[in-house]
């Protein structure tokens, strides 16, 4: 019996991305009984159903999935040795996930870094909250992501990236923020649920038995930042971002206590690194390093 291949795998591919055998039919430039067919002989290839009928969509099946991430992998494997050849040099695109705050504060430097040390290969980069980053990694749409504690992290493999200062922010001339209390029926300003920083702060308010008022959630911290500014509420930030905001100054700050204040961002992946992942991770010190050098001067 013939062995998967390639082909086998890049029509399955499709099928699951396009959510159907006639769009991906289209994309493939191919007649939709044709990608039926070969999608049945690799089922029967393999012995499992790799999609199941829900009304009139396709929905992929636990064994689908199993076969998308190994399917994600050496296509992606293929591409690389492709364009290694064609090239005569190291290339590929690596599809990165991070945070709004780590793509604001802290990623410039690396990603300039990044394209001068390495022409052939290119970033796409996507923002989200770490829940959302998971999940993305999780279907194999992102490569690697940078999230915030905490977070779940047996699933996959992780290195601690650089640590940050969380802080409470509202507007000028209000009153101060010394404990939870403070922030009882009080509005709170943040991301979306998922969001690593809101959790905290949500849990925090928990253990003190205080209950906010309303919860305010959008999806920018440039947002977030100028609601708080308004007096429209309380919210939660990175305090190096802060200082980047272009209403920074028309906060004002309140520490968290000291348990709380520490933050650590990770970046995380769910198989040995590619080498656009390892040329990412050969530069990470750049991240410690000019930290460093910003919190000495």
Not at 24 to 41: D, F, G
Not at 224 to 229: K, L, R, T, Y
Request: charged share 25%.
């Amino acid at each position: 019996m013939r062995k998967v291949d390639l082909d086998d795998l890049h029509i399955f591919r499709s099928v699951v991305r396009e959510g159907g055998v006639a769009k991906a039919a289209a994309r493939l430039n191919r007649v939709p009984s044709n990608v039926t067919t070969r999608i049945k002989q690799l089922e029967d290839r393999l012995g499992v159903s790799l999609f199941r009928r829900q009304g009139r969509n396709l929905v992929i099946t636990e064994s689908g999935r199993i076969l998308l991430g190994h399917a994600e992998r050496l296509l992606k494997m293929a591409d690389i040795a492709e364009q290694e050849v064609r090239s005569g040099m190291a290339a590929g695109v690596l599809r990165l996930g991070t945070l709004e705050s780590t793509a604001g504060a802290r990623l410039p430097p690396l990603l300039s870094a990044y394209h001068l040390q390495n022409p052939g290969m290119s970033i796409e980069l996507q923002t989200g909250i770490t829940d959302a980053l998971l999940r993305m990694l999780e279907r194999f749409e992102i490569d690697a992501a940078f999230v915030a504690e905490p977070f779940e992290k047996g699933r996959f493999s992780s290195l601690p990236v650089f640590e940050e200062e969380l802080t409470l922010i509202s507007a000028k001339g209000g009153p101060k923020i010394r404990n939870a209390s403070d922030l009882s029926g009080q509005t709170i300003v943040v991301f979306p649920h998922g969001c690593s920083y809101r959790r905290r702060l949500v849990e925090w308010l928990a253990e003190e038995g205080v209950s906010p008022g309303r919860i305010l959630e959008f999806g920018s911290y440039h947002a977030i930042v100028a609601c708080v500014a308004a007096a429209t509420g309380i919210g939660i930030i990175s305090a190096e971002l802060l200082e980047r905001a272009v209403l920074g100054t028309a906060v004002q700050r309140h520490p968290l206590p000291a348990r709380l204040r520490g933050n650590r961002t990770h970046l995380i992946w769910s198989d040995d690194p590619s080498p656009p992942l390892q040329a990412l991770m050969a530069l990470l010190p750049m991240l410690r390093n000019k930290r460093q050098m910003d919190m000495a001067a």
